[in-house]
């Protein structure tokens, strides 16, 4: 079953002149459970597909499932529901810069309503799901760009999402801290989340245990490995949570 | 079932520690505030203490018809209710002796207790009459007349020019708290508004990560929110607590030197009540400023 699913998925920037294609008639299905990698060059569309998938973008054309829900059709109250089900890491962390690994991770357990113990018991368990030491005092502009984009893994995972979208997450790290980061987000893949990984760079081709490529440029799919294709070893052994959105979100 | 409890812990303890991450910004905002409030808060209290002088000089009532001591009440219901129907009177009301006792112990204040032990008897009943706005005053004096031959009525006052005068220095001050009212709204919604722009440009990056984890628009905007309301009451019950003082110290003399003003009523402040009303006025004001600043700056 494809865990997120966009079916002739079109999305321009701009008006007039100035318009310009970023998605054109995307299809494609990530499978439960995959390490999808979303390949190509920079303005090929990546970032934007991710966005949509987080519903900070609207298709113009076409209609976008996650965990069979049409997300478009969502209430903007829903979206928040929606994002706490998938985690996201950027290629400039993101991270409040003036605070330490375990308060930004700790934000992102806060949204959920918890209680302060169960908070850093979660926040401190996520840090060390990324090889992260959850007692470090010192704030995130004194850590490295590997630590930081680990703390932002972290942060991504610490709710256990269903999926993890990661946008370039490893452009500015140099290539065995790319390694250590493929394999960070391999073993969250492990643990039962879909990781979405979009990158421009084939050297992570080599270095993730593939699952399925999708290759992306200007706006199409040149290429999409069949899904298919899964071997038994990939399927993780803890299926993701289920879908934790409230009954009500679809419109 | 306990997850909003600790959202709202969280936005109540994230809008503490915003205020104290600019705290010169948060003592200016408040003190602003409190200046605005003083403001209004003189106004008004002028014009609830000028409503007691009034009030204790008869003057809010334009004609009084003291009734016999025998006046047959039925007769004089009958007159009420005449007196009702008349176009130009705007309300009628018949006054018992021991209504009027107490008025008057009201009226005297601290020295009220001068009249215990005395009997309601003393003390006429009455019809209290009020015009309309606007009645003609020579209206007002031929209904005294007519009242006046009356077997049922002893004696007929009519306040006159000064009730006129009194009616129109009330409206006069209650335009003022009016017009100060929305003045000092708009001026507070302004400070708080701004004040919140600020943190919201401080705290984007929080705000863009929290919305990327799935935080919901009230859990977003609720630190922001709380901080709007706390400035608010804060500016408000520093604004009362400098009335307050002003009021304590300036009393005295006003009425020893305005004495045949103020003899049949003493000055008051607010009550418990009205200072609370006060500061949940202020409350409402930074609560509306801080929704208004954070849904525009925080959603841009």
């Known amino acids: 079953m494809a865990i997120i699913e966009l079916t002739n998925v079109t999305m321009n920037y701009g008006r007039g002149p100035r318009r310009r294609s970023a998605l054109r008639g995307v299809s494609i299905g990530v499978p439960e459970g995959a390490f999808s990698?979303?390949?190509?060059?920079?303005?090929?569309?990546?970032?934007?597909?991710?966005?949509?998938?987080?519903?900070?973008?609207?298709?113009?054309?076409?209609?976008?499932?996650?965990?069979?829900?049409?997300?478009?059709?969502?209430?903007?109250?829903?979206?928040?529901?929606?994002?706490?089900?998938?985690?996201?890491?950027?290629?400039?962390?993101?991270?409040?810069?003036?605070?330490?690994?375990?308060?930004?991770?700790?934000?992102?357990?806060?949204?959920?309503?918890?209680?302060?113990?169960?908070?850093?018991?979660?926040?401190?368990?996520?840090?060390?799901?990324?090889?992260?030491?959850?007692?470090?005092?010192?704030?995130?502009?004194?850590?490295?760009?590997?630590?930081?984009?680990?703390?932002?893994?972290?942060?991504?995972?610490?709710?256990?999402?269903?999926?993890?979208?990661?946008?370039?997450?490893?452009?500015?790290?140099?290539?065995?801290?790319?390694?250590?980061?493929?394999?960070?987000?391999?073993?969250?893949?492990?643990?039962?989340?879909?990781?979405?990984?979009?990158?421009?760079?084939?050297?992570?081709?080599?270095?993730?245990?593939?699952?399925?490529?999708?290759?992306?440029?200007?706006?199409?799919?040149?290429?999409?490995?069949?899904?298919?294709?899964?071997?038994?070893?990939?399927?993780p052994e803890i299926l993701p949570a289920s879908w934790a959105g409230p009954a009500e979100a679809v419109a | 079932m306990l997850r909003p409890l600790y959202s709202l812990a969280y936005i109540i303890a994230r809008g503490g520690r915003g205020m104290a991450q600019a705290p010169a910004v948060q003592l200016l905002a408040v003190g602003t505030i409190a200046v605005c409030m003083l403001l209004l808060g003189a106004v008004v209290l002028a014009w609830s203490n000028a409503q007691g002088v009034v009030r204790a000089w008869g003057l809010d009532v334009p004609i009084t018809a003291y009734l016999v001591d025998d006046a047959d009440p039925e007769l004089v219901e009958a007159t009420v209710r005449r007196l009702r129907t008349l176009p130009e009177v705007a309300d009628a009301e018949r006054v018992s002796p021991e209504q009027a006792l107490r008025r008057l112990s009201e009226g005297l204040g601290e020295d009220g207790e001068l009249l215990d032990g005395l009997e309601p008897s003393v003390l006429p009943g009455s019809i209290e009459i009020h015009l309309a706005p606007g009645t003609d005053p020579d209206f007002g004096r031929a209904l005294a007349e007519r009242l006046d031959q009356q077997p049922i009525v002893d004696e007929v006052a009519v306040a006159g020019a000064w009730a006129g005068r009194a009616h129109d220095l009330l409206q006069t001050l209650g335009d003022l708290a009016l017009g100060a009212g929305l003045l000092v709204s708009l001026a507070c919604m302004a400070i708080v508004w701004s004040t919140i722009r600020l943190g919201v440009y401080a705290r984007r990056a929080e705000i863009q990560i929290l919305r990327l984890v799935g935080g919901t628009r009230r859990f977003v905007h609720g630190p922001f929110v709380f901080e709007g309301m706390v400035q608010g009451s804060l500016g408000a019950a520093l604004a009362m607590g400098i009335l307050w003082l002003g009021f304590d110290a300036v009393h005295p003399f006003l009425e020893r030197g305005l004495s045949m003003v103020f003899a049949a009523g003493a000055l008051s402040f607010f009550t418990p009540t009205q200072v609370g009303l006060g500061i949940a006025f202020g409350a409402s004001l930074g609560l509306l400023g801080a929704r208004a600043a954070v849904a525009h700056y925080a959603e841009a």
């Open chain 1, 37 to 235: 990698v979303l390949l190509g060059p920079s303005g090929a569309g990546k970032s934007t597909l991710l966005k949509l998938v987080l519903a900070m973008e609207r298709p113009e054309e076409g209609t976008i499932r996650v965990a069979g829900r049409d997300i478009h059709r969502l209430r903007k109250g829903s979206i928040p529901y929606l994002r706490r089900n998938v985690g996201v890491v950027f290629q400039d962390f993101k991270l409040l810069l003036d605070a330490t690994p375990m308060e930004n991770v700790a934000l992102a357990l806060q949204v959920l309503g918890m209680p302060r113990r169960e908070v850093r018991e979660r926040a401190a368990s996520a840090l060390c799901r990324v090889e992260l030491d959850p007692r470090i005092r010192r704030p995130a502009r004194c850590l490295s760009g590997g630590e930081q984009q680990r703390v932002a893994i972290a942060r991504a995972v610490a709710g256990d999402p269903a999926i993890l979208l990661a946008d370039e997450p490893t452009g500015n790290l140099d290539p065995r801290l790319t390694q250590e980061i493929v394999d960070v987000l391999e073993g969250i893949r492990r643990r039962g989340t879909t990781v979405l990984l979009a990158t421009h760079d084939p050297l992570v081709l080599d270095l993730a245990p593939l699952t399925q490529q999708i290759h992306l440029e200007h706006g199409r799919v040149v290429t999409l490995t069949d899904p298919t294709e899964l071997s038994e070893d990939d399927i």
